[in-house]
C-alpha cells in the first residue's frame, strides 16, 4: 500500500504525518475528484490510516485521556 500522496503542488506529502484535518479534507477531495482510477492507492491508504486514528481516539477516550488524533 502507499505511503505517499501527490499534493495539489505535485509534492509528495506523507500520509502518515498529515494532520488530521488536512487529511480528512484531501481524502475527500480526491473521493470526490475521482474519475480514473489512477488515485485508488492514494484513497485507500488514506482512508486507512484515517480509520485507525479514528479507532486511536475512540479508545484513547474510552480510557478517559480525550486526546485528539
Known amino acids: 500500500m502507499t505511503t505517499l500522496y501527490v499534493n ?3 509534492q509528495d506529502v506523507e500520509i502518515a ?3 488530521y484535518p488536512h487529511l480528512c479534507s ?3 477531495k480526491l473521493v470526490r475528484e475521482q474519475r480514473d ?3 485508488q ?3 485507500d491508504a488514506m482512508g486507512a490510516e484515517i480509520a485507525a486514528r479514528d479507532i486511536q ?3 484513547a477516550e474510552e480510557a478517559g485521556e480525550g486526546s485528539r488524533p
Request: net charge positive; charged share 30%.
Open 8 to 10: 495539489s503542488k505535485g
Open 57 to 59: 481516539r475512540a479508545e
Open 17 to 19: 504525518s498529515m494532520a
Open 41 to 43: 492507492t492514494e484513497i
Open 37 to 39: 482510477g489512477l488515485r
Open 26 to 28: 484531501a481524502h475527500a
